[in-house]
């Protein structure tokens, strides 16, 4: 009876499956609360989570969550972020800095296949890694010298974001490349070019390098983190670097960051996640002008660049990513009206056009979507002058209630010429007020489900 | 690409109404400009048309014989009229074996023009079957949210499901204002589609296995013949029964044809796939008995046409992973006609012991 029953287990363990699923997006895109969402739907399968087969064919029997195996990376705060979630009123959940983990144990009973008749009830271990799409942004640094990631660097701080980077120029340029190098100088003109990235990211940009400036995670204040691109000319460039001189600090620095902080993220973490989810919020960066939507496109083409396998040996060997299904979602639909929901999805495969088509050469299976991981609004329809209009009902962030039409989602990337004559205003709500233990109310949560894990659940 | 740019509707600004339902002074009204939007509906394109035509052969609408039509209405009328007449003349002439003649042919041609308008509803009924098929076969890959929630209440009518239906009730409380037009058409799919596509398949499975066992068993090809037209026909109108189509003489031909001409143009791929497996089948078959291996090819054939048939009777296209498959049912159609070949030899068993016994 014992030796069957530990036979039993023994064959059991061997046929539960462990999957590792990556959630990254840009910073503000929704990734908590997207998590927080998911480990909720899982728990309450009962919930209305009909896409996803095994919960419609009733096999889906709950979800647990359990100490995660890599002890060396922070939890993922799902018990703050529901409770945020539930409180009174109830908030959005405090966005996470740096990466972090939550693993789940999704219980099922099996649908088909002939595992069924060794084990009917099987377990799938689900780890959910949570990283700042930002550090994906460091990826082209790896193949880009100092001299040349200094040039483009430039280039970016002086055409589009001059407003906000004229501090940090003006006082990198009284630095004397060849002057004997100063600690607690390069410290502070590092600080100021820190404090520009992130004007620059309040403004809504987010093509930002490199990435663990904005988003340190563990490494606040460490020298590593003190750098910047060089601010002199060509000719100046062009000469030999003097030993001990601000220049050959900066170059070191520069090529320290690279080897200790970016090639560990690859090596240890994204080169051991099997599904990929890249949430975009496209609403913030429309709000936030043709500036942000345009940096948006390149920062988003950055981090898809990761997906894509090796173009050069050196990344090639770096990660030979197990990634083989990629989601692209569009975040906040609960923001617009249903209607406008064709266009943000059409928006979100313009503004990542050149990426998508990459991937599908690399035949990695690409979905998108969107979605909203809770649902603040409720859709109704008012009466406009005999009429019906779409409109929206929520609370806003303070608290008033909002019977609004958030305009419309343009269907493609917006002409200079829509600038001009439009201003984009969609308003931000807050989290509905719940009962307790009710079920998240959620769109499209249970299909992204069933693309992630979905074929695990069988 | 860059027209549409150009002709692109105005995108209109944020809102805010207040509680009463009365919006507030907007001062970047571009409402004047909507006269752009009908831009999103573009006729399809020509091409596809004619492809779809070559695919679905049969229900387009085709010139219809007017004078045909007028002539045979006239002829039925006026044959009406004269017997109506005659009975009259009888009547008054007290030749009561005219008067009964007369009654019969009129009650005659009553009946005939009954029949033939109930054909020709269900021709119509058929028709419009296919139509509407057409159409949510337009709307299932659509991302738009449009006319999807009519579609499918249009689907539910055309397939006799009644209102308080609790699959369709079921449906109606899982419907979100979000949801697209592909999206509720999968939904309509999987709520009310996927039980009668297991009866279906459970319909075409017995079809099939009965096919095989009676040509397995039948000693003339004729016979053979006469079976498997008679199975396929009974199996034909019970799965259009059950997505709700209900056939006449003319309907059911004309469904036939059209089944058969789709089986031609559409099925080669898909038998050409298939056919080492059936080969496979039929030779393991053909080792145990030649009479099996034709068992097995009617029953094949059965399964086949049984398949085919529903996907041109759903309402809606199948979707991935729904499709019924041959594998299965192949299997379960040779451990049919194994057992009854096991049978076979069981019951010959002791006859042959009893030779074997004989003295030489």
Excluded at chain 1, 76 to 104: I, V, Y
Excluded at chain 1, 153 to 169: C, F, K, P, T
Excluded at chain 2, 188 to 205: G, K, M, N
Aim: include cysteine; charged fraction near 25%; proline fraction near 6%.
């Amino acid at each position: 009876m014992g030796v069957t029953r530990t036979l039993r287990n023994h064959v059991r363990r061997g046929l539960d499956t462990q999957l590792r699923l990556a959630v990254t997006g840009l910073s503000q895109a929704g990734k908590t609360a997207f998590i927080t969402s998911l480990a909720a739907q899982l728990q309450h399968p009962d919930a209305a989570l009909e896409w996803l087969g095994a919960a419609r064919e009733q096999r889906l029997l709950g979800a647990r969550r359990l100490p995660q195996p890599d002890l060396g990376i922070p939890r993922f705060p799902l018990d703050e972020a529901l409770e945020a979630l539930q409180s009174d009123p109830p908030r959005w959940p405090e966005p996470t800095r740096g990466l972090s983990e939550m693993r789940l144990a999704i219980r099922y009973r099996r649908g088909q296949g002939l595992q069924r008749y060794w084990a009917e009830d099987a377990t799938l271990y689900l780890d959910v890694f949570d990283y700042p799409g930002e550090w994906l942004l460091d990826l082209p640094l790896l193949t880009l010298s100092y001299a040349e990631w200094s040039h483009q660097a430039l280039q970016q701080a002086r055409e589009l974001r001059a407003g906000l980077s004229r501090e940090w120029l003006q006082a990198a340029q009284r630095l004397d490349p060849d002057a004997e190098a100063d600690e607690n100088r390069l410290a502070e003109v590092a600080a100021l070019y820190t404090r520009y990235l992130h004007a620059a990211k309040a403004a809504g940009f987010a093509l930002i390098q490199p990435g663990r400036f904005i988003l340190p995670g563990d490494l606040e204040g460490a020298p590593v983190l003190q750098f910047f691109p060089a601010p002199w000319s060509s000719e100046q460039l062009a000469a030999p670097v003097r030993s001990g001189s601000f220049r050959a600090a900066l170059e070191k620095r520069y090529r320290h960051y690279r080897r200790s902080v970016i090639k560990p993220f690859y090596r240890d973490h994204f080169s051991r996640f099997d599904r990929q989810i890249v949430l975009v919020d496209c609403l913030s960066a429309l709000n936030a002008g043709p500036q942000a939507v345009e940096d948006t496109r390149q920062a988003l083409q950055a981090i898809m660049e990761n997906f894509r396998y090796g173009r050069r040996d050196l990344l090639h060997r770096l990660f030979r990513s197990r990634i083989d299904r990629v989601v692209l979602a569009a975040t906040k639909a609960d923001h617009v009206t249903p209607e406008q929901h064709p266009r943000l999805l059409s928006l979100l495969r313009d503004l990542l056009a050149e990426p998508q088509q990459l991937l599908r050469y690399h035949a990695l299976s690409l979905h998108s979507l969107c979605l909203a991981a809770v649902s603040a609004t409720r859709a109704v329809s008012v009466d406009d002058g005999g009429k019906p209009h779409p409109a929206l009902q929520g609370e806003s962030l303070r608290g008033e209630s909002l019977l609004i039409y958030p305009g419309d989602v343009p269907e493609r990337i917006p002409e200079p010429a829509v600038w001009q004559q439009h201003q984009f205003a969609f308003s931000a709500f807050r989290p509905p007020r719940l009962p307790r233990q009710a079920p998240l109310p959620h769109m499209r949560m249970d299909q992204v489900l069933e693309i992630l894990i979905g074929d695990h659940l069988r | 690409m860059t027209d549409a740019r150009d002709t692109a509707p105005p995108l209109r600004p944020a809102r805010r109404f207040d509680d009463g339902g009365r919006r507030e002074e907007d001062p970047l009204t571009l409402q004047a400009h909507r006269e752009f939007v009908p831009g999103q509906q573009l006729a399809p394109e020509p091409q596809d048309a004619e492809a779809d035509a070559l695919l679905a052969p049969g229900f387009e609408r085709r010139p219809r014989r007017r004078w045909l039509a007028g002539l045979l209405l006239a002829t039925l009328l006026l044959g009406g009229l004269q017997f109506g007449a005659w009975l009259l003349d009888a009547w008054r002439g007290d030749s009561l074996l005219g008067v009964a003649w007369s009654a019969l042919a009129l009650a005659a041609i009553g009946l005939g023009g009954g029949a033939l308008l109930r054909e020709l509803w269900r021709l119509r009924q058929l028709r419009g079957h296919m139509l509407l098929r057409d159409r949510a076969g337009d709307h299932w890959g659509s991302e738009a949210i449009g006319e999807g929630l009519a579609l499918c209440q249009q689907l539910r009518k055309d397939s006799g499901i009644a209102e308080q239906d609790p699959r369709w009730q079921a449906f109606l409380a899982g419907d979100a204002a979000h949801h697209s037009d592909a999206e509720r058409l999968q939904r309509y799919a999987r709520h009310l589609l996927t039980p009668r596509d297991q009866q279906a398949r459970a319909e075409v499975s017995r079809a099939a296995s009965e096919t095989a066992v009676m040509v397995a068993v039948s000693p003339l090809a004729w016979v053979d013949m006469l079976l498997l037209a008679w199975r396929t026909l009974r199996m034909l109108e019970r799965i259009a029964g059950l997505y709700g189509l209900r056939l006449g003489y003319a309907s059911r031909l004309q469904l036939f044809r059209s089944l058969l001409l789709n089986m031609a143009l559409t099925g080669a791929a898909e038998l050409a796939s298939d056919a080492g497996a059936d080969l496979l089948a039929l030779g393991v078959a053909g080792r145990l008995s030649t009479r099996l291996a034709q068992g097995l090819g009617a029953g094949l054939i059965t399964a086949r046409l049984g398949f085919r048939a529903m996907a041109l009777c759903r309402p809606l296209p199948f979707g991935e992973g729904e499709r019924p498959r041959l594998s299965t049912l192949r299997q379960a159609l040779l451990a049919d006609l194994q057992r009854l070949a096991g049978k076979d030899r069981e019951s010959n068993r002791p006859q042959e012991q009893y030779r074997e016994n004989q003295p030489r």
